[in-house]
């Protein structure tokens, strides 16, 4: 057999390694395999999105953590009474809760207090669970008393002084643990704490009956879980 025959008859290279057209054509099997991967990655990605996105829109208050807004509509003060050191008295105060929402929310525990600048002058009070409906207004009425409360001897005379002048300035704190959302299964629960402050009640100079002068007050979210 002629020699140049035989050796025309090698593959390309003449070392029986691949071409370099073989190379080029496996690589771009391998780039065409990983740009499919990748795209099949950011598919699922979008869809992924989409559906957090979508759920969020569906339960937008599970993120919200301004979900209400507390209003004091009016306070009724009784029996109202100061010593040397101790205050007797009772307030119905009525609060006004709003849910901007579009779930409802169930307020299991919601509890006040009064306060006198940083003094507290009652135990705390438990509001009996309410729900307030997506984009509503609920009114919620409470009953704080104080029976001869100690209080601090310079608080005494503040608020004395301010009787003296037919008014006095108090404040009313309150905690709320409620449940976000419209299906028991799905419910996020969250925690507020607010501060319903400068709330002034006239006092009539006969009796010891005082009333919320002016209109209701906002309160201010302090603090959320």
Same mark, same amino acid.
């Given at each position: 057999?002629?020699?140049?025959?035989?050796?025309?008859?090698?593959? =390309?290279?003449?070392?029986?390694?691949?071409?370099? @057209?073989?190379?080029? +054509?496996?690589?771009?099997?391998?780039?065409?395999?990983?740009?499919?991967?990748?795209?099949?990655?950011?598919?699922? $990605?979008? #869809?992924? %999105?989409?559906?957090?996105?979508f759920? $969020?829109h569906k339960?937008?208050?599970?993120?919200?953590e301004?979900?209400?807004n507390?209003?004091? /509509?009016? #306070?009724?003060?009784?029996?109202f009474?100061?010593? =040397?050191?101790?205050?007797?008295?009772?307030?119905?105060? +009525?609060? =006004?809760?709003?849910?901007?929402?579009?779930a =409802?929310v169930?307020?299991?525990?919601?509890?006040?207090?009064?306060?006198?600048?940083?003094?507290?002058?009652?135990?705390?009070?438990?509001?009996?669970?309410?729900?307030?409906?997506?984009?509503?207004?609920? %009114?919620?009425?409470?009953?704080?008393?104080?029976? @001869?409360?100690?209080?601090?001897e310079?608080?005494?005379?503040d608020?004395?002084?301010?009787? %003296?002048?037919g008014?006095? *300035?108090?404040?009313?704190?309150?905690?709320?643990?409620?449940?976000?959302?419209n299906? &028991?299964?799905?419910?996020?629960?969250r %925690?507020? &704490?607010? *501060?319903?402050? /400068?709330?002034? #009640?006239?006092?009539?100079?006969h009796?010891?009956?005082?009333?919320?002068?002016?209109?209701?007050?906002?309160? #201010?979210?302090?603090?959320?879980?």
């Amino acid at each position: 057999m002629d020699k140049s025959v035989s050796k025309s008859s090698q593959p =390309s290279g003449g070392n029986g390694l691949p071409t370099s @057209s073989s190379n080029g +054509r496996k690589l771009n099997k391998k780039l065409i395999y990983l740009c499919s991967i990748v795209m099949a990655f950011l598919f699922f $990605l979008g #869809i992924a %999105a989409f559906v957090f996105l979508f759920l $969020l829109h569906k339960n937008p208050k599970a993120t919200n953590e301004n979900i209400a807004n507390f209003r004091v /509509d009016s #306070i009724l003060v009784s029996r109202f009474k100061l010593s =040397s050191s101790k205050i007797t008295a009772s307030w119905d105060i +009525r609060l =006004s809760v709003q849910n901007p929402s579009t779930a =409802s929310v169930l307020y299991q525990t919601f509890y006040t207090w009064i306060q006198y600048k940083q003094e507290r002058l009652t135990n705390v009070t438990n509001i009996a669970p309410f729900q307030v409906r997506g984009n509503n207004w609920t %009114a919620e009425n409470g009953k704080l008393v104080a029976k @001869s409360v100690q209080a601090d001897e310079k608080v005494i005379k503040d608020m004395a002084t301010e009787m %003296a002048n037919g008014s006095v *300035h108090f404040n009313i704190g309150l905690y709320a643990g409620y449940w976000i959302g419209n299906e &028991e299964a799905k419910r996020v629960w969250r %925690a507020v &704490e607010a *501060h319903c402050s /400068d709330l002034k #009640i006239g006092f009539s100079s006969h009796d010891n009956v005082g009333k919320l002068i002016g209109e209701p007050i906002e309160c #201010i979210i302090t603090k959320t879980w």
